[in-house]
């Protein structure tokens, strides 16, 4: 019988912790005593079993006396890890995509002003998206450009012939480098039937070949689907800069209806924050005995929102359980990904309403109402209604743990750009300058989902705290962006604290936190436009693989983040993944997946479990990066002179002494 490990062991969040305590008084089950209920599969966890044919399922697990087993058809342990990989693969690329291909569909529902609600909210950054599509835009109306745009882009989805348009947005090197080795991605959906097929019983049986395959098929997500999903959001939402909010349970409040929105689109949830403010409703509350209504999110929608609408977040992955555990959530919403089947069950121990929204997701014992985005306002009303409705219905007493944090989200590649210069003079030359000498040791980009097998934000909290200290500057996605806001990692005032000398005279001199949340899991393709276009600056080589930096997903869970990481590296980053390797089993998939892609395109893929060892690596990657570039060695005494550190030792000094560092003599009273 499995042991459960005690709730700071499985959490370093003391919200969830508190949480999970409660759960084990009340006597029901998390994500954390089913974890320890159920051990992963031995076999398979390293990628050994194949259950693609009813010859099998076969486990090939090598034993002393067979060392080197086969499937029923002769499938070797190297060919089943592939093809299990190149499946998660082309499943969280098909996700990833799927949610871009509904938002293209919106802003075609827009153009033909179909979509209830909905409007062109950034239309500077939707003539620049018209450009990378080739849709003409002088003398047209917004409608008309939208139009065009999003056709293109369904025609990207379903196109046989060809390349996609996104690939062309990557630094010209990176580009012919795919033309050579056949990697430019297609059509995004034929990438994930060519994986599909080719991983079917009895065709591709070379392992290097399927991941080579799988590498198109990851590029056509973090160039195409996931890449479009970003750009339309913008458009339809706003793209994002900075603002103030907050992160953990705390948020939730116990005199207000409480409204949990959960699961990756914008699309629903923006509607729901705007319906929550229509005084009609905030009435509506009021009459049922709440002060007021308060809409939070948990996983990606939450990061949707958060950047947006400064909606403060419950949490991460992690927390969504937790947040129905605080018997104070009236309505969670959900749309589509990483939501657990256990929340309907867990809601039913509760008043919470659980409401599923999406045509392709019904959850048994959820309630369902289908989103259409032609009547979205008058849904988001029926479900903000529904809530209020619920709020009387509470039972038992409500227990919000009384934790939370402010964070700064909303780091667009547009907004950082900016932010180097302002609207005029905006550029990513002072990044790469800092790069350049030194003042930077390299960036980080750490992203992903929490696993209940690691203890749950412990990994993203630790590896980006080392980063800083090294002065790596870090940017962050998803459920590690709200992991690490929850720790005060996602403030202006966490450089003082954290980040190495170099790095914080970086955070003072812009005015930023020493990490920067870029948004959800599809907004990595803003890490990777920041990537071209510091290979395109100019000072860091001429290709996302000469670049001082690396991608970590350390705590990950989800096929999705198996997608992002083979996108990263097949456009030249080194993507290092904690938890455990899914491909164990083969130590000739490990390889191809490393050395392998190092030498075809200059990122490769590793599992590490242990933290300590993916920041060693890490470094040591970011000073290869630099030598090779014939820049400086890193330094950690070079700098750290400047800007506030100066002004606090000057401010220790007495007022003429003073005033005789800063202006070369003291300055006369008047
Ligand atoms: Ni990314 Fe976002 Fe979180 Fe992981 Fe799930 S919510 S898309 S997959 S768990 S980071």
Same mark, same amino acid.
């Given at each position: 019988?499995?042991?459960?490990?005690?709730?700071?062991?499985?959490?370093i969040?003391?919200? #969830?912790?508190?949480?999970?305590?409660?759960?084990?008084?009340?006597?029901?089950?998390?994500?954390?005593?089913?974890?320890?209920?159920?051990p992963?599969?031995?076999?398979?966890?390293?990628?050994?079993?194949?259950?693609?044919?009813?010859?099998?399922?076969?486990r090939?697990?090598?034993?002393?006396?067979?060392p080197?087993?086969?499937?029923?058809?002769?499938?070797?342990?190297?060919?089943?890890?592939a093809?299990?990989?190149?499946?998660h693969?082309?499943?969280?690329?098909?996700?990833?995509?799927?949610h871009?291909?509904?938002?293209?569909?919106?802003l075609?529902?827009?153009?033909?002003?179909?979509?209830?609600?909905?409007?062109?909210?950034?239309?500077?950054?939707?003539?620049?998206?018209?450009?990378?599509?080739?849709? /003409?835009?002088?003398?047209r109306?917004?409608?008309?450009?939208?139009?065009?745009?999003?056709?293109?882009?369904?025609?990207?989805?379903?196109?046989?012939? $060809?390349?996609?348009?996104?690939?062309?947005?990557a630094?010209?090197?990176?580009?012919?480098?795919?033309?050579?080795?056949?990697?430019?991605?297609?059509?995004?959906?034929r990438?994930?039937?060519?994986?599909?097929?080719?991983?079917?019983?009895?065709?591709?049986?070379d392992?290097?070949?399927?991941?080579?395959?799988?590498?198109?098929?990851?590029?056509?997500?973090?160039?195409?689907?996931?890449?479009?999903?970003?750009?339309?959001?913008?458009?339809?939402?706003?793209?994002?800069?900075?603002?103030?909010t907050?992160?953990?349970?705390?948020?939730?409040?116990?005199?207000?209806?409480?409204?949990?929105?959960?699961?990756?689109?914008?699309?629903?949830?923006?509607?729901?924050?705007?319906?929550?403010?229509?005084?009609?409703?905030?009435?509506?509350?009021?009459?049922?005995?709440?002060?007021?209504?308060?809409?939070?999110?948990?996983?990606?929608?939450?990061?949707?929102?958060?950047?947006?609408?400064g909606?403060?977040?419950?949490?991460?992955?992690?927390?969504?359980?937790?947040?129905?555990?605080?018997?104070?959530?009236?309505?969670?919403?959900?749309?589509?990904?990483?939501?657990?089947?256990?929340?309907?069950?867990?809601?039913?121990?509760?008043?919470?309403?659980?409401?599923?929204?999406?045509?392709k997701?019904?959850?048994?014992?959820?309630?369902?109402?289908?989103f259409?985005?032609?009547?979205?306002?008058?849904?988001?009303?029926?479900?903000?209604?529904g809530?209020?409705?619920?709020?009387?219905?509470?039972?038992?007493?409500v227990?919000?743990?009384?934790?939370?944090?402010?964070?700064?989200?909303?780091?667009?590649?547009?907004?950082?750009?900016?932010?180097? $210069?302002?609207?005029?003079?905006g550029?990513?030359?002072?990044?790469?300058?800092?790069?350049?000498?030194?003042?930077?040791?390299?960036?980080?980009?750490?992203?992903?989902?929490?696993?209940?097998?690691?203890?749950?934000?412990?990994?993203?909290?630790?590896i980006?705290?080392?980063?800083?200290?090294?002065?790596?500057?870090?940017?962050?996605?998803?459920?590690?962006?709200?992991?690490?806001?929850?720790?005060g990692?996602?403030?202006?005032?966490a450089?003082?604290?954290?980040?190495?000398?170099?790095?914080?005279?970086?955070?003072e001199?812009?005015?930023?936190?020493?990490?920067?949340?870029?948004?959800?899991?599809?907004?990595?393709?803003?890490?990777?436009?920041?990537?071209?276009?510091?290979?395109?600056?100019?000072?860091?080589?001429?290709?996302?693989s000469?670049?001082?930096?690396? $991608?970590?997903?350390?705590?990950?869970?989800?096929?999705k983040?198996?997608?992002?990481?083979?996108?990263?590296?097949?456009?030249?980053?080194?993507?290092?993944?904690?938890?455990?390797?899914? #491909?164990?089993?083969?130590?000739?998939?490990?390889?191809?997946?490393?050395?392998?892609?190092?030498?075809?395109?200059?990122?490769?893929?590793e599992?590490?479990?242990?933290?300590?060892?993916?920041?060693?690596?890490?470094?040591?990657?970011?000073?290869?990066?630099?030598a090779?570039?014939?820049?400086?060695?890193?330094?950690?005494?070079?700098?750290?002179?400047?800007?506030?550190? /100066?002004?606090?030792?000057?401010?220790k000094?007495?007022?003429?002494?003073?005033?005789?560092?800063?202006? $070369?003599?003291?300055?006369?009273?008047?």
């Amino acid at each position: 019988m499995a042991r459960e490990a005690a709730p700071e062991l499985k959490t370093i969040d003391p919200a #969830v912790a508190e949480m999970i305590k409660r759960a084990e008084e009340l006597g029901y089950s998390t994500v954390f005593s089913r974890a320890a209920k159920t051990p992963p599969c031995p076999i398979g966890a390293d990628g050994a079993c194949c259950q693609i044919c009813d010859m099998g399922p076969c486990r090939l697990v090598p034993t002393k006396a067979n060392p080197e087993p086969v499937g029923v058809c002769g499938a070797t342990r190297s060919t089943v890890a592939a093809r299990n990989m190149a499946r998660h693969i082309a499943a969280g690329t098909a996700a990833h995509s799927d949610h871009g291909r509904d938002l293209a569909l919106t802003l075609l529902a827009v153009s033909e002003d179909e979509a209830q609600g909905y409007e062109i909210k950034d239309p500077d950054k939707l003539r620049v998206v018209a450009g990378y599509w080739g849709v /003409k835009t002088e003398g047209r109306t917004n409608r008309e450009i939208a139009r065009d745009v999003a056709l293109a882009a369904l025609d990207d989805f379903g196109r046989q012939r $060809g390349e996609i348009k996104g690939a062309k947005r990557a630094p010209q090197k990176r580009i012919e480098l795919w033309k050579q080795f056949d990697l430019t991605p297609r059509g995004i959906d034929r990438e994930v039937v060519d994986t599909l097929h080719r991983t079917h019983m009895g065709d591709d049986q070379d392992a290097e070949h399927i991941l080579h395959g799988s590498l198109r098929t990851a590029l056509a997500d973090g160039w195409g689907g996931s890449m479009l999903a970003t750009d339309f959001s913008d458009i339809l939402f706003g793209t994002p800069s900075p603002a103030v909010t907050k992160v953990n349970l705390g948020v939730l409040k116990d005199d207000e209806v409480n409204i949990v929105v959960h699961g990756h689109e914008p699309t629903l949830s923006a509607m729901i924050v705007r319906v929550s403010m229509e005084p009609e409703l905030i009435e509506y509350a009021k009459a049922k005995g709440a002060t007021g209504i308060n809409l939070c999110g948990v996983c990606c929608t939450s990061n949707e929102v958060l950047m947006r609408q400064g909606i403060a977040s419950a949490g991460n992955d992690l927390n969504q359980e937790m947040a129905i555990l605080t018997g104070a959530v009236e309505t969670m919403v959900v749309d589509v990904q990483c939501i657990m089947q256990a929340l309907s069950d867990l809601a039913g121990k509760f008043h919470t309403q659980f409401v599923t929204t999406s045509p392709k997701v019904k959850i048994t014992g959820s309630t369902h109402i289908e989103f259409d985005e032609h009547h979205a306002l008058d849904i988001a009303r029926q479900i903000v209604r529904g809530a209020i409705d619920n709020y009387p219905n509470r039972k038992g007493q409500v227990q919000i743990p009384n934790y939370l944090h402010d964070l700064v989200p909303g780091f667009s590649h547009e907004y950082i750009r900016y932010m180097q $210069g302002g609207a005029l003079r905006g550029s990513f030359r002072p990044l790469n300058d800092a790069v350049m000498s030194g003042r930077l040791r390299g960036v980080a980009g750490v992203v992903g989902c929490n696993n209940p097998r690691v203890t749950q934000d412990q990994a993203h909290y630790e590896i980006v705290k080392e980063f800083l200290k090294n002065d790596v500057l870090v940017v962050q996605t998803g459920c590690g962006a709200l992991a690490n806001a929850k720790y005060g990692l996602l403030v202006g005032e966490a450089a003082l604290e954290y980040a190495g000398p170099g790095l914080r005279e970086v955070c003072e001199a812009i005015g930023i936190p020493p990490v920067l949340h870029m948004g959800s899991c599809v907004d990595n393709t803003r890490i990777l436009t920041v990537l071209a276009e510091m290979a395109t600056e100019g000072g860091l080589g001429e290709d996302i693989s000469d670049i001082p930096g690396v $991608g970590i997903a350390p705590e990950w869970m989800s096929e999705k983040a198996l997608a992002i990481g083979a996108y990263f590296a097949g456009s030249g980053a080194y993507v290092l993944f904690g938890v455990n390797s899914p #491909v164990a089993n083969s130590e000739e998939v490990e390889k191809i997946m490393s050395e392998g892609w190092e030498k075809l395109v200059g990122g490769k893929m590793e599992f590490v479990p242990d933290p300590k060892e993916i920041v060693r690596r890490s470094l040591a990657h970011i000073d290869a990066k630099r030598a090779a570039l014939k820049l400086p060695a890193y330094d950690p005494n070079k700098y750290g002179k400047s800007g506030d550190a /100066k002004m606090n030792e000057l401010l220790k000094l007495p007022l003429a002494q003073r005033q005789a560092a800063l202006y $070369g003599a003291p300055v006369a009273a008047e």
